[in-house]
T-cell receptor
């Protein structure tokens, strides 16, 4: 089945540690996105990528980093510089690149808790 | 920062009733206005979307009404069912298919 796989589903981290969230898609989509979801705030865009080896900051990129070395993979690193990292993180993809359709395909998310 | 404002924050409807969720946006440079449905612990999924040159779109029990001059759009769920209980997000889609989401509405449909 085609889709987006995020791992791990749950992750606990101590303050000061970096953590990387995995996002893999087999939809053959060019564009990929990372959103953060907090209760009562909807989803906010962290980073997005339209093609391999290229990515752009979203609205809340501070304290996060990404890479796009392969079309199917778009990992997100939550660094120790992120002041409030506890959240639900969602990866998404869409196609074709640059075309606005309003449709994103989301993974099932990774819930990060900082202890 | 561009915003999409969504109301109400929560909504309780009896089975068979109509659920109505409203959204307003501030910028005119959006190309699509989608609605997403999210169940607990899952990612959101596209429910229905409308272009700004269309005033209404219906898919089954779900209808989007769009008022371009007022910069408002709404989702109507007819004959609401307990299985519709979820969180609903409106959004506005612009360049690179980036979505700006509303804060969400938690809908509970009571049998």
């Amino acid at each position: 089945d085609g889709g987006i796989t995020q791992s791990p589903k749950y992750l606990f981290r101590k303050e000061g540690q970096n953590v990387t969230l995995s996002c893999e898609q087999n939809l053959n989509h060019d564009a990929m996105y990372w959103y953060r979801q907090d209760p009562g705030q909807g989803l906010r865009l962290i980073y997005y990528s339209q093609i391999v080896n290229d990515f752009q900051k979203g609205d809340i990129a501070e304290g996060y980093s990404v890479s796009r070395e392969k079309k199917e993979s778009f990992p997100l690193t939550v660094t120790s510089a992120q002041k409030n990292p506890t959240a639900f993180y969602l990866c998404a993809s869409s196609s074709p690149p640059g075309q606005v359709t309003g449709e994103l395909f989301f993974g099932e998310g990774s819930r990060l808790t900082v202890l | 920062q561009q915003q999409v404002k969504q109301s109400p924050q929560s909504l309780i409807v009896q089975k068979g009733g109509i659920s109505i969720i409203n959204c307003a946006y501030e910028n005119t440079a959006f190309d699509y206005f989608p609605w997403y449905q999210q169940f607990p612990g899952k990612g959101p999924a596209l429910l229905i979307a409308i272009r700004p040159d269309v005033s209404e779109k219906k898919e089954g029990r779900f209808t989007i009404s769009f008022n371009k001059s007022a910069k408002q759009f709404s989702l109507h769920i007819m004959d609401s069912q307990p299985g519709d209980s979820a969180t609903y997000f409106c959004a506005a889609a612009g360049g690179y298919n980036k979505l700006i989401f509303g804060a969400g509405t938690r809908l509970a449909v009571h049998p």
